[in-house]
């Protein structure tokens, strides 16, 4: 397939770098990349603002290569949808470990219970990362394009644009909401540590 080699030849012929041509489509300059050197291929939104940006057909863009491309960015964004499913259930898991297991292993073990909670903490930790990784990649912040990206569907342009107004809402409450669930938490731990050491 040859559709990198027409990104880089008409990026080129545009005198812009990744940077620039990232900025125009929403993604990530290692996005770019990635398309340029044929290690992943862009969706079809990304093909129709490229035909603009470029200012040629999506057939000249894509020279019939439609039906292989449409293939590989199903299996590819099918792929990133099982791991992101996979790291939400690893992160859910670990947090049910870590406060099931903290108290009983403070009550049990005494101090020696912070070498597990160390460990299901970086767990945690680890598949939250991951998580936030793959909802930069492509570009899913709110609840609702969470939830899409997961079924594999797109929001509209409308939704999308609303979406993208609500992020600064929702990360504030989120940020809140963290706050309070880890000040109850800790505060158990703490109160079930005390009542243990007394």
Same mark, same amino acid.
Do not use: H
């Given at each position: 397939?040859? &559709?990198? !080699? @027409?990104?880089?030849? +008409? @990026?080129?012929?545009?005198? *812009?770098?990744?940077?620039? &041509?990232? =900025?125009?489509?929403?993604?990530?300059?290692?996005?770019?990349?990635?398309? =340029? !050197?044929?290690?992943? /291929?862009?969706?079809?939104?990304?093909?129709?603002? &490229?035909?603009?940006?470029?200012?040629?057909?999506?057939?000249? +863009?894509?020279?019939?290569?439609?039906?292989?491309?449409?293939?590989?960015?199903?299996?590819?964004?099918?792929?990133?949808?099982?791991?992101? !499913?996979?790291?939400?259930?690893?992160?859910?898991?670990?947090?049910?470990?870590?406060?099931?297991?903290?108290?009983? +292993?403070?009550?049990?073990?005494?101090?020696?219970?912070?070498?597990?909670?160390?460990?299901?903490?970086?767990?945690?930790? /680890?598949?939250?990362? %991951?998580?936030?990784?793959?909802?930069?990649? /492509? !570009?899913?912040?709110? /609840?609702?394009?969470?939830? #899409?990206?997961?079924?594999?569907? #797109?929001?509209?342009?409308?939704?999308?644009?609303?979406?993208?107004?609500? %992020?600064?809402?929702?990360?504030? *409450?989120?940020?809140?909401?963290?706050?309070?669930?880890?000040?109850?938490?800790?505060?158990?731990?703490?109160?079930?540590?005390? +009542?243990?050491?007394?």
């Amino acid at each position: 397939m040859e &559709l990198g !080699n @027409r990104i880089k030849e +008409l @990026r080129k012929a545009q005198n *812009i770098n990744q940077d620039e &041509l990232a =900025e125009k489509l929403f993604v990530s300059r290692q996005t770019i990349s990635n398309w =340029e !050197n044929d290690k992943s /291929y862009p969706d079809i939104q990304s093909v129709l603002l &490229l035909s603009e940006i470029f200012n040629v057909s999506v057939d000249q +863009l894509l020279k019939g290569d439609v039906e292989k491309m449409e293939r590989i960015i199903t299996e590819q964004t099918q792929a990133d949808i099982n791991k992101m !499913n996979t790291y939400a259930i690893g992160m859910l898991i670990s947090i049910v470990a870590l406060l099931i297991s903290t108290p009983v +292993l403070a009550f049990t073990t005494g101090f020696w219970f912070f070498i597990p909670f160390v460990l299901l903490f970086a767990c945690t930790m /680890y598949f939250a990362t %991951r998580i936030e990784k793959c909802k930069k990649e /492509y !570009n899913v912040q709110t /609840y609702k394009e969470i939830v #899409a990206f997961t079924k594999g569907e #797109a929001l509209s342009k409308e939704d999308q644009i609303r979406e993208e107004a609500k %992020r600064p809402y929702q990360k504030a *409450i989120f940020a809140i909401l963290s706050g309070v669930i880890a000040a109850v938490v800790c505060g158990g731990i703490g109160a079930a540590l005390i +009542l243990l050491f007394k």
